[in-house]
């Protein structure tokens, strides 16, 4: 083996080995001597005064034989043991620092075959090549190789700080500061002047020109140099902010130095070229074993002739380096093996630990944790207070999980990247027990309010009390509730399947084969949901339990659901009862069960939980029980009905009222207002968080500060909003909030802004109108007449008056009533895909507001008779309604305003579909059914429904659906069977509107019940779907090669789940069972 190293002058200086040795020895050639290279090298001033072809290992192929041995598995003691065995080893599991990488058998085997000459007399020919390979990539004219990056940063600060007094200026939290040993004061003799940065991410101009300081006073240090660390805690700062402060540095003669140790990092994410970077500044210090998995080193690049008294320095700190090619030879190899070989990091491994750190973010904050800052590179900063888990048992969950961590930071190198199938489950783990106070088995915050006791509160005082206080770890805690409690959800069990027949006779008119059967499919979930209680404490009748005792079958509407919710259950029965057979009865059981509740409380709760009884939701139950008799002729549940939905009625009048005064008139209509002051039980965190965080931490990585903290009665005001948005049903949406704003561009805590008790909701009004229509029917059929007259005026009364507080005559719409500001709520912020109709009224920088709630009064009948029976006022007012669906390929969204809470854009809902098409639907063709916006309507209608229809069933084929005639998309385990989601996306068919990426649950009570309304109301008219081409979705393994394209509902929606089974692909022998059946 041989090097040639060619100089300026084409002068060659030729190596040779000593038989059996592998040092190379520099010999005379063409009288250039040692003592002349150095000579020239400095004259040059530059690494590039060398130019070295070098025969270096690229895999290993080239590694020494006990290297590749152990590597492919082949040597005598156990893999793991050993250090050399990269990510199948210690450094694979190893999430401490970037610096816990091992090297590769190709960085052994450069060091085997290096060079081993002595860089103080600049001989060492691997060392110069890696210095001038870097510098070139740097745009730089030299380099200089360090041990560290501490040594970097120290050599760099020196050369640049001359004639004291001086400081240096730079982020309070810079490696210099905290982790250098005070070497910028020992070793430079220079003040330190620590900045903390206004947007908590990285320092900008502004930063640096409040506190530099450059007038001639006495009394303090010049600042002489500025110090950017960048990635600092894994943030970029981005060029555009580098290029500013370099320039303020160039016009007050400051010098401007980089710790680059992970510079490398945000080049490899695409922030800006090495080139472009590393120009900016006099002096860049680049580490070759953060990130890049060398075991050792640094490089220090700058201009020749701050190299050249660097290299000075260097030496008079004890750093000079004789057989420096072990060191320069692994870097050399981990340049362009980890960053890649170009100056943006082409074919490197660094981009691969990037899309680690992303999915191991996306797993923490799907879980419900908090990020301290987004991820940009490779570092998750988890936010470990906000989750209530210590440092020190977040730290030992991780060991539990053969996990090395630190503390709240997650630092992931490409030896990570490469073991993510074991590290991702492993870290689910341990965020699953961080998230819930350490237990394993914990899956929602709802998860301990949720758990029954199996022993009696004495009991439980007792052994609470006999605890050691204060608790040293979880252990003991976790041994109480086991002993003391059962698993969230064990009040439920689940209905034989064999109990429950469906008969779905709307069927029979469907002649699409393919539709048809997709209906069945989707009718068989219906058992899977289906439910009865049973005490889990058996004979204890005194043990608590937060679970609400239902005494009939129900349907729940999904995963994480262990309870039966009031307004999801008026569109399970619009589809349990067209599925017919065993599901009228229940349909029945359910009406019942909510009757029970109203008899016991008053009132139908929230959900089916004792920390549900100071609030409601939407109030459906008069409207199911019409559906009932409607669809069965049953008039029989009236008698017991009637009374109770008028209490019902009751609770809403004395306890949701609100009067407002306009125009000499006085309007009583109904609000969302719960009498509440404290965080909602369920959620209990994040209100406390929203309430009494002193920072937001927004997307984009910039933190602001509490502007101003919130008092005692503010948080008050705060709670009962949260718990009245919940009570809507809509929680959270723009609607609410008195600054959308906050929430549109993500600035300020979102939900503090909130204002549900300050608004009269149009949706509210127009159910409860809906309601009094329903009574007085029902008061009719019983030949009450005089009663049915009197709720017939309260139905008058109140579309009267939404008609005159709500309703605009120059947008054609209902608007939600404000009466903070005593006006509708019509604009809100432009966001950036507005379209014209929905800004051509508005001022600049605003749109109108556009919710599916505008069109609950055409779905309950509330608007008055010269809107909603003239089909051209009801094509006016859908009008912004078809113009969403001609510019979006999915349904439509709940708002227009982007603002990531889930009730805006971009979630479809099923129910808020079901409302526009039934409005729609509703209008009579007062002027002849061939009336040009008679047909119109009705058409719109249909294309809602094909849209519907379009979006549930290529969602459910790309999650492993099939039928007779399409087989499985490819990709797809043969045991997944399609899946029905709780929401969509507006912009796609097959997009994910909101949730997790990895296993999904069966459901969604509500899509189902509207898929098949839908089928019952538009029949032959609709047609097979085209899904195009779809991406198999392997949504149950949490494995996919690509982002999440399906719909999917959170992570911790499955695991309860699992205890009742998951339907599954059937053979043909018992598909063929069933069928005769």
């Known amino acids: 083996m041989s090097r040639v190293c060619l100089s300026p002058t084409t002068s060659a200086v030729k190596m040779s080995y000593l038989p059996g040795m592998g040092a190379p020895l520099l010999r005379r050639c063409n009288r250039l001597t040692p003592q002349r290279v150095s000579t020239a090298y400095f004259n040059r001033s530059t690494t590039r005064a060398f130019s070295c072809t070098t025969i270096r290992p690229s895999s290993s192929t080239m590694a020494p034989a006990a290297v590749t041995s152990i590597a492919n598995g082949s040597s005598n003691g156990p893999k793991q043991a050993n250090a050399w065995v990269g990510h199948h080893g210690a450094a ?24 081993l000459l002595d860089d103080v ?92 300081d450059l007038d001639d006073d006495v009394h303090t240090c010049p600042t002489k140099v500025i110090s950017l660390e960048n990635t600092i805690n894994g943030v970029i700062t981005p060029l555009a902010e580098v290029r500013r402060i370099a320039q303020f540095a160039r016009q007050n003669d ?117 990020l301290i800052h987004p991820v940009n590179t490779n570092m998750c900063w988890l936010d470990l207070g906000s989750a209530g888990c210590s440092t020190e048992a977040f730290v030992a969950f991780g060991k539990d999980a053969g996990l090395k961590l630190i503390g709240n930071r997650l630092v992931i190198h490409y030896q990570i990247a490469q073991n993510e199938k074991e590290v991702l489950p492993r870290l689910e783990q341990v965020f699953r027990r961080a998230l819930e106070g350490g237990s394993n088995e914990a899956t929602t915050n709802k998860g301990p309010s949720n758990m029954p006791a199996v022993k009696t509160m004495e009991e439980i005082q007792a052994a609470f009390d006999n605890l050691t206080k204060p608790l040293s770890n979880n252990t003991e805690l976790l041994n109480f509730i086991k002993k003391n409690f059962a698993g969230a959800g064990d009040e439920l069990k689940a209905v034989s399947k064999d109990l429950l027949r469906p008969d779905p006779k709307f069927l029979n008119k469907i002649n699409d084969t393919v539709i048809k059967e997709f209906a069945n499919k989707v009718i068989d979930i219906w058992s ?43 569109w399970i029965m619009e589809g349990l009862l067209r599925t017919g057979g065993s599901f009228v009865e229940i349909s029945r059981n359910m009406i019942e069960n909510f009757l029970d509740l109203v008899d016991s409380f008053g009132f139908v709760p929230n959900g089916g939980r004792i920390y549900y009884l100071n609030r409601s939701q939407p109030p459906l139950l008069t409207q199911m029980v019409h559906l009932y008799v409607q669809h069965t002729n049953d008039s029989s549940i009236l008698e017991r009905a009637i009374p109770l939905l008028i209490k019902e009625h009751d609770f809403w009048m004395v306890n949701r009222t609100i009067e407002v005064n306009k125009n000499g008139t006085t309007y009583r209509l109904n609000d969302y207002n719960v009498n509440n002051t404290q965080p909602r039980p369920e959620s209990y965190r994040e209100d406390y968080i929203t309430a009494s965080n002193t920072s ?30 919940a009570e809507s049903g809509w929680d959270y949406t723009s609607r609410w909030l008195a600054r959308p704003e906050d929430a549109a561009k993500d600035i300020y805590f979102p939900l503090r802004s909130l204002n549900v008790i300050g ?250 019940g509207v898929l098949l309304w839908t089928l019952d109301a538009f029949g032959n008219n609709l047609t097979r779907p085209e899904c195009g081409n779809l991406t198999a979705d392997n949504a149950h393994t949490g494995k996919r090669s690509m982002p999440p394209r399906a719909v999917e509902l959170d992570y911790f929606d499955a695991a309860w789940t699992k205890k009742f089974g998951r339907r599954v692909a059937m053979s043909a022998a018992e598909a063929d069972a069933n069928k005769r059946a």
């Open 92 to 115: 694979g599991v190893d999430l401490r620092s970037d610096t816990m990488t091992t090297p590769t058998p190709a960085m052994l085997a450069a060091i085997q075959n290096c060079s």
């Open 121 to 212: 007399f600049v001989e060492d020919p691997t060392t110069m090549e890696l210095e001038s390979h870097v510098a070139a990539l740097a745009g730089k004219e030299a380099a200089l190789l360090v041990l560290s990056g501490t040594m970097g940063n120290q050599i760099a600060l020196r050369t640049l700080l001359t004639q004291p007094p001086y400081s240096v200026l730079c982020d309070h939290r810079a490696h210099i500061i905290k982790y250098e040993a005070g070497g910028v004061a020992s070793l430079c003799g220079a003040m330190v002047k620590p900045v903390v940065p206004s947007n908590g991410a990285f320092l900008t101009l502004e930063d640096v020109v409040a506190n530099a």
């Open 254 to 370: 400051l010098k401007f130095h980089c710790d680059g140790a992970r510079l490398w990092e945000a080049v490899a994410s695409g922030a800006g070229s090495l080139s472009e970077y590393c120009s900016l500044f006099d002096t860049v210090s680049l580490c070759f074993s953060k990130g890049l998995g060398a075991p050792i080193g640094s490089i220090v690049v700058g201009s020749s002739r701050d190299i050249k008294h660097a290299r000075w320095i260097r030496k008079s700190i004890g750093g000079g380096l004789r057989q420096s090619g072990v060191v320069a030879a692994p870097a050399r190899v981990a340049v362009d093996e980890t960053f890649g070989k170009g100056p943006n990091g082409e074919g490197g491994l660094l981009k691969s630990s990037h899309e680690t750190a992303k999915k191991i973010e996306k797993l923490w904050t799907e879980l419900g944790g908090k």
């Open 528 to 570: 899977d949901l289906t439910r009865k209680y049973e005490n889990p404490a058996g004979n204890c009748t005194n043990c608590p339990t937060s679970f609400i005792p239902l005494n009939r079958t129900f349907v729940v509407a999904g995963g994480r659901f262990r309870e039966a919710y009031y307004w999801d259950t008026y």
């Open 696 to 725: 937001y931490y927004a997307s984009s990585g910039i933190i602001y500060p509490e502007m101003q903290p919130l008092n005692e009665s503010e948080k008050a005001t705060l709670y009962r909003n949260l718990a009245s948005g």
């Open 759 to 1008: 608004t009269v909701p149009v949706g509210l009004n127009a159910i409860l109108y809906w309601n009094e229509v329903a009574i007085a029917s029902f008061l009719n059929s019983t030949n009450n007449a005089t009663g049915a007259a009197a709720w017939k005026q309260l139905a008058s009364n109140r579309s009267q008056a939404m008609y005159d507080l709500m309703w605009n005559s120059t947008l054609h719409s209902y608007f939600d009533y404000n009466t903070t500001s005593g006006a509708q709520n019509v604009y809100t912020p432009r966001d950036d895909d507005a379209s014209e109709i929905e800004t051509k009224t508005a001022e600049k920088d605003q749109q109108v507001v556009f919710s599916v709630a505008q069109f609950y009064p055409f779905w309950t009948g509330a608007a008055p008779d010269h809107l909603r029976s003239n089909p051209y006022a009801v094509k006016v007012a859908y009008e912004r309604v078809e113009k969403y669906l001609e510019l979006q390929p999915g349904g439509i969204p709940a708002t227009n305003l982007k603002t990531g809470q889930q009730w805006d854009q971009r979630n479809v809902w099923p129910p808020l579909m079901h409302i526009l098409m039934q409005g729609l639907l509703n209008t009579p063709p007062t002027f002849g059914e061939s009336e040009p916006a008679y047909r119109d309507v009705q058409s719109l209608a249909l294309r809602l429904g094909q849209r519907y229809l379009d979006s549930t069933f290529c969602t459910w084929r790309a999650t492993g659906g099939s039928t007779s005639e399409l087989a499985q998309e490819p990709g797809l385990s043969a045991k997944l069977v399609g899946t029905m989601f709780e929401k969509y996306a507006d912009n796609s068919t097959n997009a994910r509107g909101g949730g997790g990426e990895y296993e999904v649950v069966e459901g969604f009570g509500w899509t189902n």
